[in-house]
């Protein structure tokens, strides 16, 4: 028998929460509970929605408690967690030009499918998904109160974590191989319209194509900020040199015509891994965030990653080590997924898409590190300034120039940004 109804009065701790309250209707909540407690029989007594203070540029966030009775007259309350489009104007014009609730639930919806035909490991390093709105809402299994902690964006990561990470990506990135397996055919050919890409998109009229071509402009400014010779070792000019690597983006993030492609994350760093001890007190951690996922080789995600995320000592040390280990992992996925790891993926393809997208990593992160490195508050400073147009659609350098000299650790990892980009072009 289906039982639902709301008894007594809405708890709305402020405007913003009245405000996104209305995008979150009854039947919302009942389909939110039926799949969380698997049936039907239950009795909503209420339910509240309390912001959450760090919003993110693509969405805020709050938290929904619903209390309920459940088939025996129990009454329990769980947790929720929601994200909303941003409530700036500007940020939620962008979110919806990008395309960004649109892939993410898509995104999610996808990894249900993966699930239905028994292909499941994902499960450990996603959250569990309720309800998906486009352009409004998402419902989500809340990490926080599971005991997962977003990592600190402004820390590089040490070697064990840097393992926990790629042993939840490899999972990641087996269970698309697996259900293509199974089906006999690519997620691009099955649901290509969902996959198309909401960030580095080469349209003339996509929203953030001013936005990356700004950041490109800015990467050529901080060569002078930085004071970099002109010149590299060849003769060749840097800053020529580095224009033509950082326009490789807009096809590299295209699927690879010629190594195996995976669903990737497409925007794994630090706040988008959530991490905790488990009953084993070994670490563990689920990805969020999946706004810019796409269908590319796995190399991708796990270069990006690196590169976003360590030192430039610990790649010289460790880069190949920890490529091999991911490897490793993934084959161990794949076979746990009854799938043949050397038809599928051998590792020199592997290795071989490692050094091809390797040109991505580092024009991503020299694009990413100008705002996502910025202090908390700092963006929404930049965003109020008559001069913003100038300074986030023209030349971010303009930005990086006026902030680099008051944040030392901002200085110092744009400053790698940019030896990374040098050392790669001399090799061209």
């Not at 809405?10 to 407690?37: C, G, P, V, W």
């Not at 309920?68 to 129990?74: P, R």
């Not at 292909?119 to 709105?133: I, R």
Request: net charge negative; aromatic share 12%; with cysteine.
């Amino acid at each position: 028998m289906y039982v639902c109804w709301i008894i007594g009065i809405d708890k709305m701790e402020d405007k913003e929460a009245t405000f996104h309250a209305e995008q979150i209707s009854d039947e919302d909540i009942n389909m939110i509970l039926q799949r969380y407690t698997g049936g039907s029989e239950f009795v909503v007594i209420r339910k509240t929605l309390k912001p959450l203070k760090t919003p993110g540029m693509l969405g805020s966030y709050a938290t929904l408690e619903i209390s309920f009775l459940d088939s025996k007259g129990a009454e329990s309350t769980q947790s929720f967690f929601v994200k909303f489009l941003p409530t700036i104007d500007s940020q939620a014009d962008f979110a919806k030009g990008i395309g960004a609730f649109t892939k993410e639930v898509f995104v999610y919806e996808l990894l249900e499918r993966f699930q239905k035909e028994g292909v499941s490991t994902v499960t450990n390093v996603v959250p569990k998904f309720y309800l998906g709105k486009a352009n409004e809402c998402l419902i989500l299994e809340h990490l926080a109160v599971e005991g997962y902690k977003t990592l600190d964006k402004h820390s590089v990561l040490d070697y064990d974590t840097v393992l926990t990470v790629l042993n939840a990506l490899a999972n990641f990135h087996a269970n698309t191989i697996a259900f293509e397996e199974k089906q006999g055919d690519s997620i691009l050919n099955t649901y290509g319209p969902g996959l198309v890409e909401t960030y580095f998109a080469d349209d003339d009229d996509f929203i953030n194509k001013r936005g990356i071509e700004a950041s490109i402009a800015g990467i050529i400014r901080e060569i002078d900020i930085f004071q970099f010779p002109i010149k590299l070792n060849s003769g060749k000019n840097f800053k020529e040199v580095a224009k033509d690597v950082c326009y490789q983006i807009w096809n590299l993030v295209k699927p690879s015509k010629q190594y195996r492609n995976v669903l990737t994350h497409g925007d794994i760093w630090s706040s988008n891994i959530l991490m905790k001890a488990d009953e084993n007190r070994r670490n563990v951690c689920k990805f969020v965030d999946y706004q810019q996922s796409r269908y590319t080789p796995p190399s991708q995600d796990v270069l990006a990653f690196i590169f976003f995320t360590t030192t430039r000592s610990f790649r010289a040390k460790h880069l190949y080590e920890v490529l091999g280990v991911y490897y490793s992992y993934l084959e161990k996925y794949l076979k746990v997924l009854g799938v043949d790891p050397k038809k599928v993926l051998p590792f020199s393809e592997f290795m071989d898409s490692c050094e091809e997208q390797k040109a991505f990593a580092i024009v991503a992160t020299a694009i990413y590190f100008q705002i996502i490195l910025l202090e908390d508050g700092v963006f929404d400073e930049y965003c109020n300034r008559e001069n913003r147009d100038t300074l986030f659609l023209e030349d971010r350098g303009l930005l990086v120039e006026d902030y680099v000299e008051k944040d030392l650790k901002y200085k110092s990892r744009l400053r790698d940004s940019i030896q990374d980009l040098k050392d790669y072009c001399e090799l061209l």
